[in-house]
C-alpha cells in the first residue's frame, strides 16, 4: 500500500471524527508523493502461492418429504441489516442515525485514556468505552473499534500520543519525524507485556459483549494500522530506521487477541501482518481500510490484484501473495471505502470510473461485508445503485421454502430452506426461534431452535483470474440453500389460527429497544424481526405426527391396469404406477383422525410434467399438477387438501380420466 497516499484521506478522516467538518481534504507533507512503490514489492517476498478455488461445502440434510412445502415471496432486503453495510464515526451526542441508513457505528480510542494509572499498567479505566458503546448502543448500532498509541495530530476529542503513562522510564521512544508522532518500542519487553495484559483484561470485559460487531487488533503503528511508513522494515530505499515490532513480538499480541476473544469478531490491517501471524488463525479476518481506490500514475488499483490492474501492494494481491484469498469463509473482511472517492464510490455501479476501481469486483472478490464510509451521510436513502452495492455485502438471507403442516396439534416438524445471495456468510450464532401470531400479530408462543444462520454460505463466488479457471466475470457454485428442521409441541397453544413465523434475534434488542433486526429477503419479512412463514390451524384432537401410507401396501386397491414396480429411490423400494388412462390406485384404511381437512402430500416420481385427480371416499375429485423428476425413480412431493371422516375407515384414490398420472411412491396425511 502507497501509505503516503493513503494518509491524505487519515487527515481527513480526522477532521470529521473531531469536528463533523465539511469535507477537505488535507495536503500532503513536502515528499509524501515519493514513497517507493517497488519498495513496497521488495519488503517480503510472497509466502505462498494462490490458495485457488475453495472447497465447495457438502451439501446439508435434504428436506423432510414428509412435510408440505410451503414457497416464500422474496423482496429486497434491508440495506440497514445489522452488521454489514456502512459504518460513520462516532461523535458524542451526534446523531448516529443521520444519514444513509446504516446499523454499525465506528470509533477510534487512545490506549492512554483506558491504561491512564501512571503508576500501575494493570489498572484500567473502562469508563471512556463504556459510554461510547451505551451510547451507540441506544442508536440501536453495534460498535467497531480500534485502539492506538501514536495518532498524528489526534482526532480532535482522543490525543495523538496515547503511550499510557506507567511505560514513563521503562519503555524508550522514538520519534516519527515525518507525522511528528512519538513511537514507542513495540519490541520492548514491559511494553508487549503491558499490552498483551490489556488484551487478556479486555477481552475478559468485552468478548461477546452485543454492543460490538468487530474489533480492529489495532495498538500497534500510526494510526494502529500495524505500520510506521516512512519508519518501516523498508530500510532499503531511504534513510529511516524501522520503528515495528518484529515479526515474532507481531505475533504476540496478534495470538493475544486471538486468545482473549472467542466470540467478537476480530480483523488486522494486512494478511502480511507479523510475518502473516493471523494467516492461520481462521477467526481474524482482514481490514482494507483503502478500499478500491486507484492511484498513481498510471492509475492501480489499491484493492483489485495485479491480474485485474491493482498495485504490487494491493490489498487482494498481498491475500493472493498469502494464500489467504478465502479466509472470508470464516472471517469478517472490513475496512473503510478510501475518503477520497467516498462522495462518488457508487455512482457508476456496478463498475468505476477515475479514482473509483470496479467497485462490484471489489466487493465480490474481497467478499466484503462493512466498510467506513463517512460520505454516505450523503447519500440519497432511496439510491438504487447504493443499496444493490450494500444488499451485495457480507449476507443476504432469503427463506426460499418453508415445510410445516397447516393443520396440527400435539408436537409436529417445522422446517426452513434458506439461500444467501450475499457475498459472505453471517458471522455470528444468533439464536433463531419460531413462534406463532394470533390474529391480532401477538407473538403468543416460540421455540427456541438450533438452527445455525453461519452455515449458510453465498450460493456463488467470484473467480479470481489468478486462479484460472475462466475469463472474468466467472462466477462459481459454492453454497446450497440450507436446510433446518426442528420439532415444536403445540400442546400448550389454544385450538385456532395462527401465523407461523421465524426470527434471528439480535442480542442488542436485550439492551436496546432501538437494535435493529435482522431481517430477510422476504416479503413476510415484518419489521418487529419476525418473518412470516404461513398459516397454521391449531386443530383439537388431531394427530400432528403425519401418517404414512405406502402405495405398494397389500391393504389397497389397484385396479385398471396399475401396477407395483421396483423403485430404488422410493420409499420401501416400490411404488405404484400406469395410473391413469383407466388406472386407479385408491389407499384403504386412512386415518381422518377427529375428522375435517386435513393436508395429504403425494410423493411421486415421473420424468415427465403430469397430473391427476384425487379423491377422498365419495367426495369431489381434486386435479393435482405434478411437476418433472429428474427420473423414475427420484420423488418428489405436490399437497392437496383433502376432507375426511373420523377414524380409519377413509379411502383416497388416484387417477386421471384423460391421460396418465404419476407414478406414486406414498401418501402422508398431517
Known amino acids: 500500500m502507497r501509505t503516503s497516499l493513503r494518509r491524505r484521506g487519515r487527515g481527513l478522516s480526522a477532521a470529521l471524527c473531531a469536528a463533523a467538518a465539511a469535507l477537505a481534504l488535507v495536503a500532503l507533507p513536502a515528499g509524501a508523493q515519493a514513497a517507493d512503490p517497488d519498495a513496497q514489492v521488495r519488503k517480503k517476498a510472497a509466502a505462498v502461492a494462490a490458495a485457488g478455488v475453495p472447497v465447495r461445502p457438502a451439501p446439508g440434510p435434504s428436506p423432510d418429504p414428509s412435510l408440505p412445502v410451503h414457497a416464500l415471496a422474496p423482496a ?38 483506558v491504561m491512564n494509572n501512571a503508576s500501575n499498567c494493570g489498572s484500567y479505566d473502562w469508563s471512556i468505552l463504556d459510554s461510547a458503546l451505551q451510547e451507540i448502543a441506544q442508536a440501536g448500532h453495534q460498535a467497531a473499534i480500534r485502539f492506538y498509541m501514536e495518532y ?5 476529542t482522543h490525543p495523538a500520543n496515547a503511550i499510557p503513562p506507567c511505560f514513563a522510564g521503562k519503555v524508550a521512544n522514538r520519534e ?14 514491559d511494553l508487549l507485556a503491558g499490552l498483551k495484559n490489556f488484551i487478556a483484561a479486555f477481552g475478559a470485559r468485552y468478548d461477546g459483549d452485543p454492543r460490538l460487531g468487530y474489533i ?17 522494515t523498508d530500510t532499503t ?6 520503528l515495528m515490532p518484529t515479526d515474532a513480538h507481531g505475533a504476540e499480541i496478534i495470538n493475544a487477541y486471538n486468545t482473549a476473544f472467542k466470540k467478537t469478531r476480530l480483523e488486522i490491517r494486512y494478511p502480511e501482518s507479523a510475518g502473516g501471524a493471523a494467516n492461520g488463525l481462521p477467526a481474524i479476518g482482514y481490514h482494507d481500510d483503502s478500499f478500491c481506490f486507484r492511484e498513481g500514475s498510471p492509475a492501480a488499483g489499491v484493492t483489485l490484484p495485479i491480474s485485474m490492474g491493482g498495485a504490487p501492494w494491493a490489498q487482494l494481491q498481498k491475500a493472493v501473495e498469502q494464500g489467504v484469498e478465502n479466509k472470508w469463509i470464516t472471517a469478517s473482511m472490513g475496512g473503510e471505502v478510501r475518503p477520497e472517492i467516498q462522495s462518488t464510490a457508487f455512482a457508476n455501479w456496478p463498475g468505476g470510473g477515475g479514482a473509483v476501481d470496479d467497485m462490484k469486483a471489489c466487493i465480490e472478490l474481497e467478499h466484503t461485508t462493512w466498510k467506513i464510509n463517512e460520505r454516505s451521510g450523503e447519500y440519497a436513502a432511496d439510491d438504487p445503485k447504493v443499496a444493490a452495492a450494500v444488499r451485495l ?16 396439534q400435539g408436537t409436529t416438524k417445522v422446517g426452513v430452506q434458506i439461500a444467501n445471495n450475499g457475498v459472505a456468510p453471517f458471522y455470528y450464532p444468533w439464536d433463531v426461534s419460531l413462534g406463532l401470531k394470533d390474529a391480532d400479530g401477538n407473538v403468543v ?8 444462520l453461519r452455515k449458510v454460505m453465498p450460493l456463488k463466488i467470484r473467480a479470481f483470474p489468478d486462479w484460472n479457471v475462466g475469463a472474468d466475470p466467472t462466477y462459481l457454485d459454492f453454497g446450497r440453500p440450507q ?5 415444536v409441541d403445540l400442546s400448550a397453544v389454544a385450538a385456532g389460527d395462527y401465523q407461523l413465523v421465524m426470527k434471528a434475534k439480535n442480542p442488542l434488542e436485550d439492551v436496546s429497544s432501538a437494535a435493529r433486526k435482522l431481517r430477510f429477503a422476504n416479503a413476510g419479512q415484518q419489521a418487529d424481526g419476525w418473518l412470516d412463514l404461513g398459516d397454521m390451524s391449531v386443530g383439537s384432537g388431531q394427530g400432528s405426527d403425519p401418517k404414512s401410507y405406502e402405495a405398494e401396501a397389500t391393504g389397497n386397491t389397484l385396479a385398471g391396469g396399475a401396477v407395483t414396480a421396483d423403485c430404488a429411490g422410493c420409499s420401501g423400494g416400490a411404488k405404484v404406477g400406469y395410473l391413469g388412462n383407466g388406472g386407479t390406485l385408491t389407499f384403504n384404511g386412512v386415518d381422518g383422525g377427529s375428522g375435517g381437512t386435513r393436508t395429504v402430500t403425494l410423493h411421486y416420481a415421473s420424468a415427465t410434467a403430469r397430473s391427476a385427480t384425487v379423491r377422498a371416499n365419495d367426495g369431489t375429485a381434486q386435479t393435482v399438477q405434478f411437476g418433472p423428476t429428474a427420473d423414475w425413480w427420484t420423488t418428489s412431493t405436490a399437497t392437496v387438501q383433502l376432507k375426511l371422516q373420523a377414524g380409519t375407515g377413509n379411502r383416497i384414490t388416484i387417477a386421471n380420466p384423460s391421460g396418465w398420472a404419476p407414478d406414486i411412491d406414498r401418501i402422508t396425511v398431517g
Do not use: I
Not at 516519527?176 to 519487553?189: C, F, K, M, V
Not at 480492529?216 to 494500522?225: A, F, Y
Open 393 to 408: 455485502m457480507g449476507y443476504d438471507l432469503g427463506v426460499k421454502n418453508a415445510y410445516f403442516h397447516s393443520t396440527a
Open 76 to 113: 429486497a432486503s434491508p440495506v440497514d441489516n445489522p452488521l454489514k453495510g456502512f459504518a460513520r464515526f462516532y461523535q458524542p451526542g451526534g446523531n448516529q442515525n443521520a444519514g444513509y441508513p446504516h446499523s454499525l457505528t465506528w470509533a477510534y480510542f487512545g490506549l492512554s485514556e
Open 237 to 242: 530505499s531511504d534513510s529511516h530506521p524501522n
Open 445 to 452: 408462543k416460540t421455540w427456541k431452535t438450533s438452527w445455525d
Open 152 to 156: 498524528p495530530g489526534g482526532t480532535g
Open 216 to 232: 480492529h487488533l489495532g495498538l500497534v503503528g500510526l494510526w494502529g494500522e500495524w505500520h510506521t511508513w516512512p519508519y518501516d
Open 176 to 189: 516519527n519525524a515525518y507525522w511528528g508522532t512519538t513511537s514507542p518500542d513495540y519490541d520492548d519487553p
Open 483 to 487: 436446510y433446518f428442521d426442528t420439532t
